[in-house]
């Protein structure tokens, strides 16, 4: 099984900043694209953010842009999202997936999954 492990979730204040890792169990995230996904409860999953393998394509979603930043670390095999400036509306559970090379603009085309870390930003 591929599998990828999700850390660094937590509470947070509003305004209040967190770290996610995304680190693959017994494989490289060398040559995958790797995306940042989010689900509140009763609400879609929708993406958040993607990284290709190179490090040379990212994408953020409107809600995210200027206070989250995505960016990899192949030698330690890890994929971050930085998240500052945390709004109440960003708790959900974050999940990373991965891709092929390159971003797709199809969340079914991510095969590989985390099991997710929860955000909760709340005073």
């Known amino acids: 099984q591929w599998q990828l492990v999700e850390s660094g979730g937590g509470l947070v204040q509003p305004g209040g900043s967190l770290r996610l890792s995304c680190a693959p169990s017994?494989?490289?995230?060398?040559?995958?694209?790797i995306a940042w996904f989010r689900q509140a409860p009763g609400k879609e999953r929708e993406e958040v953010s993607c990284i290709d393998s190179s490090g040379s394509n990212m994408q953020y979603a409107d809600s995210v842009k200027g206070r989250f930043t995505i960016s990899r670390d192949d030698a330690k095999n890890t994929v971050y999202l930085q998240m500052n400036n945390l709004k109440p509306e960003d708790t959900a559970v974050y999940y990373c997936?991965?891709?092929?090379?390159?971003?797709?603009?199809?969340?079914?085309?991510?095969?590989?999954w985390g099991q997710g870390t929860q955000v909760t930003v709340s005073s």
């Open positions: 017994g494989w490289t995230l060398e040559y995958y694209a």
């Open positions: 997936a991965a891709h092929s090379r390159y971003c797709s603009a199809y969340m079914v085309r991510y095969n590989y």
